[in-house]
């Protein structure tokens, strides 16, 4: 089999949540470049809607879907409408939030959102995609989108860093249970890469610093997820679960 043929996600239909923006959007946009069947979920559907005309005016194939990952209900309804296009071989586990605020000003209300959002959701959309891939009869992958703020830590994100974690050692637990039934579950772990959620900060005199302190003294692009995405999400990678992908330009290998 060539490289290409390892990477290609011909026939596959793919769920991607989060995909109304940044790395979801990207994410999604690759992996119809890809072959995949693409569904698009998350709460802001009218966004959505203009990624699928993007995506089918490129030749690719997607579907938008209306998705709350912090509701086991919606997440529930959103693969119930996707299985009548057909269940996913691969579900992008993308959507999430944050809240930036000192420690000591962080409220509960901020602690729910975020953790309702990157690590519940992250949970409830794993879990209930692998039901429905062993229902089906058929292997899968999940691949969830973590951070290395998850394996590391920064200041004013406490909540952010604990869910990430959370979202890590999920993605272990996740790969030792469903491997019995040919599902395999990875973690990416970006660094530091410009989206809505991040891109004041990172050019601000404070992001300056930051990116002095990482070993390639650069921040991440969209495009330098793609290749550990297909590696993850596509038979290349048919060997790998529980392995959780660094992609941070040595940030996490930065001297102490």
Not at 55 to 80: E, H, K, N, P, W
């Amino acid at each position: 089999m060539s490289a290409a043929e390892l990477f290609s996600l011909q026939g596959k239909r793919v769920l991607v949540t989060g995909a109304s923006s940044g790395l979801g959007m990207h994410f999604a946009k690759l992996l119809a470049g890809a072959g995949a069947q693409v569904a698009v979920a998350a709460r802001r559907t009218d966004k959505l809607q203009s990624l699928v005309e993007e995506i089918t005016r490129a030749g690719g194939a997607a579907r938008a879907y209306a998705l709350d990952v912090g509701r086991a209900q919606s997440v529930r309804d959103c693969f119930d409408a996707i299985g009548e296009w057909g269940v996913p071989d691969v579900v992008v586990n993308n959507a999430g939030v944050t809240v930036t605020r000192a420690l000591l000003e962080q409220t509960e209300e901020d602690f729910d959102q975020v953790l309702d959002t990157n690590l519940k959701g992250n949970w409830l959309v794993a879990t209930e995609g692998a039901r429905r891939m062993v229902a089906a009869g058929k292997g899968g992958a999940i691949v969830n989108v973590a951070s290395i703020l998850g394996a590391r830590v920064g200041g004013g994100v406490a909540p952010y860093a604990i869910s990430k974690a959370g979202v890590i050692q999920a993605t272990k637990a996740m790969a030792l249970e469903l491997a019995r039934h040919g599902i395999r579950v990875n973690a990416l772990l970006p660094g530091y890469v410009a989206t809505e959620l991040n891109r004041e900060f990172l050019e601000s005199p404070a992001g300056e610093k930051l990116r002095l302190r990482i070993p390639s003294r650069r921040f991440g692009q969209l495009t330098d997820l793609d290749g550990p995405l297909l590696l993850l999400a596509s038979d290349a990678g048919a060997a790998m679960t529980g392995a959780c992908v660094a992609v941070d330009g040595g940030h996490l290998v930065s001297g102490l």
